[in-house]
Antibody, heavy 123, light 107 residues
Framework: QVQLQESGPGLVKPSQTLSLTCTVS??????????WSWIRQPAGKGLEWIGR???????NYSPSLKSRVTISVDTSKKQFFLKLTSVTAADTAVYYC???????????????WGQGSLVTVSS | SYVLTQPPSISVAPGKTASITCGGD??????VSWYQQRPGQAPVLVIY???ARPSGIPERFSGSNSWNTATLTISRVEAGDEADYYC??????????FGPGTKVTVL
């Protein structure tokens, strides 16, 4: 059974870049046609999808964050990454990584999630 | 952009049935999944592809999707079902979009 674990700095200064890593265990990142995704949740608020990436380099991002987000995959390390530039206090949230199941014919869904990592943007 | 609506909260007595709706324009033509999030925990997939149930999810959880409304139904509600529930829609031009969430309170 696949397991995901987020890691990275818990505090980022305004205007800097937020960087998080998700480490995957228990399954291959290249078989099964899975995408790998990031989602965030500000305290007391709902979930927001950030984007997803395939091991080949194909990416899809939320239109609202597209100009600041990069998601990449390193299959040799069994990790994928989130970079969010020019952060402000509004980017303070719990950030989750997740595996994307499904396909483009029938639809996608998030079938396995990490525990989440709190990132605070503050000087 | 594609907008989804969910009731902010519902209350249900133990043993009764809870119905959580997710509204969106022609959502019946899109793929919907549902997630349960208990306080302080990560979300868990409870329904995917409108009505499929992952292994380990009780049969009490079911889903449907038609016209402009997708519905998650929880039968024989238990205290442990108290949580926030989110719908997630996949649509080719918009990719993945979450609904605002519904807080389910078990009386």
């Amino acid at each position: 059974q696949v397991q995901l674990q987020e890691s990275g700095p818990g505090l980022v200064k305004p205007s800097q870049t937020l960087s998080l890593t998700c480490t995957v265990s228990g399954d291959s990142m290249t078989s099964g046609g899975y995408f790998w995704s990031w989602i965030r949740q500000p305290a007391g608020k709902g979930l927001e999808w950030i984007g997803r990436a395939y091991f080949s380099g194909t990416t899809n991002y939320s239109p609202s964050l597209k100009s600041r987000v990069t998601i990449s995959v390193d299959t040799s390390k069994k990790q994928f990454f989130l970079k969010l530039t020019s952060v402000t206090a509004a980017d303070t949230a719990v950030y989750y990584c997740a595996r994307v199941g499904g396909n483009s014919e029938f639809g996608y869904y998030l079938d396995s999630w990490g525990q989440g990592s709190l990132v605070t943007v503050s000087s | 952009s594609y907008v989804l609506t969910q009731p902010p909260s519902i209350s249900v007595a133990p043993g009764k049935t809870a119905s959580i709706t997710c509204g969106g324009d022609s959502i019946g033509y899109k793929s919907v999944s549902w997630y349960q999030q208990r306080p302080g925990q990560a979300p868990v997939l409870v329904i995917y592809l409108d009505s499929a149930r992952p292994s380990g999810i009780p049969e009490r959880f079911s889903g449907s999707n038609s016209w402009n409304t997708a519905t998650l139904t929880i039968s024989r509600v238990e205290a442990g079902d108290e949580a926030d529930y989110y719908c997630l829609v996949w649509d080719r031009p918009h990719d993945l979009i979450f609904g605002p969430g519904t807080k389910v309170t078990v009386l």
